[in-house]
C-alpha cells in the first residue's frame, strides 16, 4: 500500500494550492478518504473526508469554505483545493485512507487505516 502526498510549497496568504495523493496497493473506491495537517508540538487535525459511498464530504471548521476534497477513482488519486490560504494553515499535509463507512470519528486519525507521507504547505503573510 503507497498513499503518495505531492502539490506542497510556499505562497501567500490569500493564494491558493491544490494537494494531489496518489495511491496503489488496495481497492481506492472501497475507502474513505481524508487530509490531515499537524504543526510541531501539536496533534495531527483532521480537516477534510469524502465517503466510500455516498460521496459526502466534511470538513473541520477551521478550513470549512475554502478548502474542498475530491477523488478521482478512476485514477486512484484523491485531491485538496485549497483556497484563500492564512498563516495559519501552515503545516505538513497528510492524506490517509479508510476502510470504514462515513461517521462521526471521521476527523480523528485511528478512523484511518494508510498514510501518506506529507508534503509541507507555507502560507506568509
Known amino acids: 500500500v503507497q498513499l503518495q502526498a505531492s502539490g506542497g510549497g510556499s505562497v501567500q496568504a490569500g493564494e491558493s494550492l491544490r494537494l494531489s495523493c496518489a495511491t496503489s496497493?488496495?481497492?481506492?473506491?472501497?475507502?474513505?478518504i481524508g487530509w490531515f495537517r499537524q504543526v510541531p508540538g501539536k496533534d495531527r487535525e483532521g480537516i477534510a473526508c469524502i465517503g466510500k459511498s455516498d460521496g459526502r464530504s466534511n470538513y473541520g471548521n477551521s478550513v470549512k469554505g475554502r478548502f474542498a476534497i475530491s477523488r478521482d477513482n478512476a485514477n486512484n488519486t484523491m485531491y485538496l483545493q485549497m483556497d484563500m490560504l492564512r498563516p495559519e494553515d501552515t503545516a505538513v499535509y497528510y492524506c490517509a485512507a479508510s476502510n470504514n463507512l462515513w461517521d462521526r470519528t471521521w476527523y480523528k486519525p485511528g478512523f484511518y487505516d494508510y498514510w501518506g507521507q506529507g508534503t509541507l504547505v507555507t502560507v506568509s503573510s
Open positions: 496497493g488496495f481497492t481506492f473506491a472501497d475507502y474513505s
